[in-house]
């Protein structure tokens, strides 16, 4: 006969019987107390029984000697095993169903009395097994975690425990059965039995995990840019439209990166690559990475190598919760997290193949600080595949907190030309199948199509598309007058606007206002919410603090009108993953819209000559006197209008002498009222950069007399010296290429104040310039304001496509032969396809061909045209005979042949 000896299998019977007579056994005593509390401490348990009319006798005939006496000696129970617990709580009677009741005996955990029963039968089998494999172990383990936490959650039902103390048990349960289940039953426990069990908690993470991953993935599977407008999201497979990617940032043809190669090159360990994905604001960083999560959860094949991971773990940098890798899988599987203990979920994970993808780091924040440094260094030591999608502007951030690693840097640069339609077609689509419209949409295609050129990059961002769908739906009438970001931003702001003042002029929701005062109320929380979108900008957060959320109710409050209402139609409600469940936020809709809102208070405050919070001030105190005094409201607009009216023209003593304050006006003044936003020590200003953006859109639509008291943009003069600032806080906040600049450019309509600024910096003309259809104004207009001459004259490549409007191409050669430019190529598609209806100006081409050394040239050729010795290539069509001689006479005189 062998020796008994703790074999493997008794090791792990033995624990679970553990987890039988004591966590459940705790909480079967858990029911018999609560059952039991109204019995007076003196009275016999038979004797409490008896008063619940329970057949004492017929109860006694169940019990062996050992249970009588148990009760008899013990009456709180505080001893009772299982067995006998059950049968007290069942005869008991008192909050249960009685012991005939069918609930005892259901199939499933949908009753308490059902849960109990279970729970005796599990205590039985586990009593009457010899011993248990590591995969049963595990697997009765989990089963039994299961069986308790939903015993507990009908006990809080059945007796109305409060839920603060039913989550503590629960809390209490998960945590014994995991120590029961983990630590070593003797101190040098062999390792051995240690992996094995490792091996089942990965093999339960590999199936469980995927399982509520894939449920939470495919519950946020969806993109709703557009949901405070029309309340509606779409699945990102029904949308999603193919996506320019270019590696390095380079956007020569053959770097360009098919979305199914990405994780090329990225090999599985501690010195691969993290792959960074930039691209601005609107351009689908967010969508990209939801298209990742959803060909993950499905198995695509879309994506190479995405299926080789056990685990793809979503981290928003925005959430501000969520601080650590322990709170980011609890909050993303959290009934698995129950399964363990501290770290060990993490520990487990970290042993699997694991891809984690961090989602607009430019959002982050205190507490995604944090989580993405702890990311970085299990980068270092397990080799996880990281991907991280940003704004161009966090880069030298990014950069800086993953110092030492190689990165592998893509540029995402929006949806090419010609699968603009194919989105804008899906999108429409899906907006009919959800009742949203049923207009046609060919007149919006026929646009964007007449556009696609001049106004390639302001219509390659998908988040522009949308809008623009928007404005074709409700407002198709104002959708041909916009050809800049501010403006589209602008004109979907007016359309929000307009859509609350209907709702509210036309419903019971407030007293009898006036037109003119319900618009009142409306421009002053607009006022309110722009300052809150740059406080929350301020603290790198994109929802709004519930400090915000208070001050817009009290905002509302006080003008009576409803807040609910008008939180509704500026923001959407979001729901937040945290370690403890999920939690309400406010939030703007998208993060280029809070920037657009942020930059509206800054425009704002900026109108007046005295300091903004001075003037606004004065103004607020005087509202106040007017109103307590009963001014009539005619007479009170006049004394206002007029206040506002000085106070715009005089110094800053004269409105600080009002306020009994010392003067001392600041000259920068945008530097000034973000320094006085909260928490903003040691700021770093080039998260401001899409706000700026958007501000000097700002300034060039106020300068082109908008003003509607509605939609809160006053027509006034903003001062050179506002203008200039905005553009030195652009230049810092790290606008310094070329194309960046041009964009800036196109955003004011190729204002001359802005091409001047832009032509004195010198680096601007220390490249090669690509000149295309969509910047053919902006470079006009900036090789115009260019007074002083270049140190190393650089090349120009002239590229145009567009057929139906070449309009300023001739003053842009004019300007360019002005300049003495070296002329690399000059590509001229238009004349090469249609050589007897030439668009460009002879003369303009000949005075180019003459001064400056143009090497390649494709387009028409004409008899008058003196086409240059400096050619190296040269790509013509002839419209008629006389072209053609031409042509061969160019031929043989530089080729010397014909």
């Known amino acids: 006969m062998t020796s008994a000896k703790y074999t493997p299998e008794v090791i792990n019977l033995t624990r679970l019987r553990a987890m039988t007579d004591v966590v459940a056994r705790n909480i079967l005593y858990k029911v018999f107390s609560e059952q039991t509390k109204s019995r007076p401490a003196s009275l016999p348990l038979f004797d409490y029984f008896g008063t619940k009319k329970v057949p004492v006798n017929q109860f006694k005939k169940l019990l062996n000697d050992k249970q009588t006496n148990q009760i008899a000696t013990d009456a709180a129970g505080t001893n009772f095993d299982i067995t006998l617990l059950f049968l007290c709580i069942q005869w008991g009677g008192s909050g249960v169903a009685a012991r005939m009741d069918p609930k005892w005996n259901e199939v499933g955990a949908h009753y308490l009395e059902s849960c109990l029963t279970a729970v005796k039968k599990s205590r039985n089998e586990v009593h009457h097994n010899h011993s248990l494999s590591e995969t049963e172990f595990f697997h009765r383990t989990e089963e039994l975690r299961f069986l308790l936490e939903k015993t507990l959650l009908l006990f809080g039902k059945y007796f109305s425990v409060p839920d603060k103390d039913i989550s503590d048990m629960i809390s209490t349960m998960h945590r014994d059965i995991c120590l029961f289940r983990d630590e070593p039953l003797i101190p040098n426990w062999d390792t051995y039995k240690r992996q094995n069990l490792l091996l089942q908690k990965i093999d339960h993470v590999r199936t469980k995990g995927f399982q509520s991953l894939c449920e939470h993935y495919k519950s946020i599977d969806c993109v709703a840019p557009a949901t405070f407008i029309c309340n509606i999201d779409f699945k990102v497979k029904n949308i999603y439209t193919r996506i320019i990617l270019e590696s390095d940032a380079n956007d020569s043809e053959e770097n360009v990166v098919e979305y199914d190669n990405i994780l090329d090159g990225i090999v599985y360990g501690p010195d691969d690559h993290v792959l960074l994905i930039t691209g601005d604001a609107g351009v689908g960083k967010t969508t990209l990475t939801k298209k990742i999560m959803n060909d993950w959860t499905e198995h695509s094949s879309s994506l190479a190598q995405l299926s080789s991971y056990d685990l793809l773990l979503y981290a928003e940098c925005r959430n501000n919760i969520i601080k650590s890798l322990k709170d980011?899988?609890?909050?993303?599987?959290?009934?698995?997290?129950?399964?363990?203990?501290?770290?060990?979920?993490?520990?487990?994970?970290?042993?699997?193949?694991?891809?984690?993808?961090?989602?607009?780091?430019?959002?982050l924040n205190n507490s995604s600080r944090f989580?993405?440094?702890?990311?970085?260094?299990?980068?270092?030591?397990?080799?996880?595949?990281?991907?991280?999608?940003?704004?161009?502007?966090?880069?030298?951030?990014?950069?800086?907190?993953?110092?030492?690693?190689?990165?592998?840097h893509i540029k995402?640069?929006?949806?090419?030309?010609?699968?603009?339609?194919?989105?804008?077609?899906?999108?429409f689509e899906e907006m009919k199948k959800k009742g949203v419209t049923i207009k046609d949409i060919h007149g919006l295609l026929i646009y964007l199509k007449r556009t696609a050129h001049r106004l390639s990059s302001l219509w390659h961002l998908p988040y522009n598309l949308t809008l623009v769908i928007i404005l074709w739906i409700y407002k198709p009438d104002i959708v041909n007058g916009i050809t800049t970001a501010p403006e589209l931003y602008w004109a979907i702001h007016q359309l929000l606007v307009t859509k609350v003042y209907e709702r509210l002029l036309y419903s019971d929701m407030i007293s009898s206002f006036q037109e003119s005062q319900l618009k009142k109320c409306i421009q002053n929380f607009i006022n309110e919410l722009s300052h809150e979108?740059?406080?929350?900008?301020?603290?790198?957060?994109?929802?709004?603090?519930?400090?915000?959320?208070?001050?817009?109710?009290?905002?509302?409050?006080?003008?009576?009108?409803?807040?609910?209402?008008?939180?509704?139609?500026?923001?959407?409600?979001?729901?937040?993953?945290?370690?403890?469940?999920?939690?309400?936020?406010?939030?703007?809709?998208?993060?280029?819209?809070?920037?657009?809102?942020?930059?509206?208070?800054?425009?704002?405050?900026?109108?007046?000559?005295?300091?903004?919070?001075?003037?606004?001030?004065?103004?607020?105190?005087?509202?106040?006197?007017?109103?307590?005094?009963?001014?009539?409201?005619?007479?009170?607009?006049?004394?206002?209008?007029?206040?506002?009216?000085?106070?715009?023209?005089?110094?800053?003593?004269?409105?600080?002498?009002?306020?009994?304050?010392?003067?001392?006006?600041?000259?920068?003044?945008?530097?000034?009222?973000?320094?006085?936003?909260?928490?903003?020590?040691?700021m770093d200003r080039t998260k401001y950069q899409n706000l700026f953006m958007n501000l000097i859109g700002l300034f060039h639509l106020q300068s082109a007399d908008i003003n509607d008291d509605l939609f809160c943009l006053e027509g006034v003069n903003v001062k050179r010296n506002i203008k200039m600032e905005v553009l030195h806080l652009l230049h810092y906040t790290g606008i310094n290429s070329r194309g960046a600049w041009l964009q800036v450019l196109e955003n004011v309509k190729?204002?001359?104040?802005?091409?001047?600024?832009?032509?004195?910096?010198?680096?601007?003309?220390?490249?090669?310039?690509?000149?295309?259809?969509?910047?053919?104004?902006?470079?006009?207009?900036?090789?115009?304001?260019?007074?002083?001459?270049?140190?190393?004259?650089?090349?120009?490549?002239?590229?145009?496509?567009?057929?139906?409007?070449?309009?300023?191409?001739?003053?842009?050669?004019?300007?360019?032969?002005?300049?003495?430019?070296?002329?690399?190529?000059?590509?001229?598609?238009?004349?090469?396809?249609?050589?007897?209806?030439?668009?460009?100006?002879?003369?303009?081409?000949?005075?180019?061909?003459?001064?400056?050394?143009?090497?390649?040239?494709?387009?028409?050729?004409?008899?008058?045209?003196?086409?240059?010795?400096?050619?190296?290539?040269?790509?013509?069509?002839v419209a008629d005979r006389e072209s053609y001689q031409h042509l061969l006479s160019v031929m043989k005189t530089f080729y010397g042949y014909l």
Not at 358 to 363: A, C, K, S
Not at 397 to 404: G, K, R
Not at 591 to 612: H, N, S, W
Not at 793 to 817: A, H, K, T, W, Y
Request: glycine content about 4%; proline content about 4%.
């Open 533 to 682: 979108a740059l406080v929350s900008l301020a603290k790198d957060d994109i929802n709004l603090s519930m400090e915000s959320i208070k001050r817009l109710a009290e905002v509302c409050d006080k003008l009576n009108i409803p807040t609910e209402e008008m939180t509704s139609a500026f923001l959407k409600k979001v729901t937040m993953k945290t370690p403890h469940g999920t939690v309400a936020r406010f939030s703007f809709p998208h993060k280029g819209f809070q920037d657009f809102l942020g930059a509206m208070y800054i425009f704002r405050e900026t109108k007046c000559e005295v300091p903004a919070n001075t003037a606004k001030e004065v103004v607020a105190k005087l509202q106040n006197v007017l109103w307590i005094s009963n001014v009539p409201e005619a007479i009170g607009q006049n004394i206002l209008r007029y206040t506002q009216e000085k106070l715009e023209n005089s110094h800053q003593d004269t409105a600080c002498l009002l306020l009994g304050e010392d003067s001392g006006a600041k000259s920068n003044r945008i530097r000034s009222i973000l320094d006085h936003l909260p928490e903003t020590s040691n």
């Open 750 to 877: 190729c204002d001359e104040v802005v091409a001047a600024f832009i032509s004195n910096k010198h680096n601007v003309f220390q490249e090669d310039m690509a000149i295309k259809d969509s910047n053919v104004f902006a470079h006009l207009t900036l090789l115009r304001a260019l007074t002083k001459p270049v140190d190393n004259p650089f090349s120009v490549n002239v590229r145009l496509n567009i057929q139906e409007d070449m309009s300023g191409v001739n003053e842009l050669l004019d300007e360019i032969n002005r300049k003495t430019f070296n002329v690399k190529k000059l590509y001229l598609h238009p004349d090469f396809q249609r050589p007897d209806n030439i668009s460009i100006s002879e003369e303009s081409l000949n005075r180019v061909f003459q001064r400056c050394p143009v090497e390649h040239y494709r387009g028409a050729l004409t008899p008058k045209m003196n086409v240059p010795k400096s050619l190296t290539n040269l790509f013509v069509s």
């Open 412 to 427: 995402l640069t929006g949806i090419p030309k010609d699968k603009r339609e194919e989105f804008v077609t899906k999108y």
């Open 371 to 408: 989580l993405f440094r702890e990311i970085m260094e299990v980068k270092k030591t397990h080799g996880i595949t990281v991907v991280v999608t940003s704004r161009p502007g966090s880069v030298n951030t990014f950069m800086t907190l993953t110092t030492a690693m190689k990165t592998r």
């Open 328 to 363: 980011l899988v609890t909050a993303l599987m959290p009934k698995v997290a129950k399964s363990f203990q501290d770290n060990d979920l993490v520990s487990v994970i970290l042993n699997m193949r694991v891809i984690v993808v961090v989602d607009g780091f430019d959002e």
